[in-house]
């Protein structure tokens, strides 16, 4: 089974600071990649994804991709408190299937 | 509205009994797919389905069974054979050619 790793605990940021969330995969076949958010109790929600090596940017969210690394990061600029959630981690595995990480939860303190 | 619904939103059973979760999507996705959540872990697949009356095993499948007779409706049934399945169910769809997936509002299920 393809593995997705999120090894870091909750993140507590201030109101207005930079988020850094990490992930790590295991299969190098991976060609795409997924960020979701998750408040508590509350279904996953897409924010990003990405499928090329370097950032991409969609507002105060940016997603970074290094291929030979193997690792997937996501950074949330100007923090607020509705970003507070659990942001999880997904690679596409082959037939059509994601591979979830557990989750960091990021909490953002006003 | 286009999405994905998913009731009933608490659900209580009793040991030994069969529910089955309902999951419609009006998105016109071809991929369909049942995952479980447990506090504080991830997701983990339980079945899926690429097409009409075909289905896959996931990584979890023992004590579950699905039908999709058509595209918008895929169920999902805990039978009693499930251990412990008192979780989070998310019912998820994906578009021909497009990689990510798209979550219904979950169903909470509880054993009493």
Known sequence: QKEVEQNSGPLSVPEGAIASLNCTYSDRGSQSFFWYRQYSGKSPELIMFIYSNGDKEDGRFTAQLNKASQYVSLLIRDSQPSDSATYLCAAAEGNNRLAFGKGNQVVVIP | ?112
């Open chain 2, 1 to 112: 509205d286009g999405g994905i619904t998913q009731s009933p939103k608490y659900l209580f059973r009793k040991e030994g009994q069969n529910v089955t979760l309902s999951c419609e999507q009006n998105l016109n996705h071809d991929a369909m797919y049942w995952y479980r959540q447990d506090p504080g872990q991830g997701l983990r697949l339980i079945y899926y389905s690429q097409i009409v009356n075909d289905f896959q095993k996931g990584d979890i499948a023992e004590g579950y069974s699905v039908s999709r007779e058509k595209k918008e409706s895929f169920p999902l049934t805990v039978t009693s054979a499930q251990k412990n399945p008192t979780a989070f169910y998310l019912c998820a769809s994906r578009s021909a050619g497009g990689g990510e997936q798209f979550f219904g509002p979950g169903t909470r299920l509880t054993v009493l």
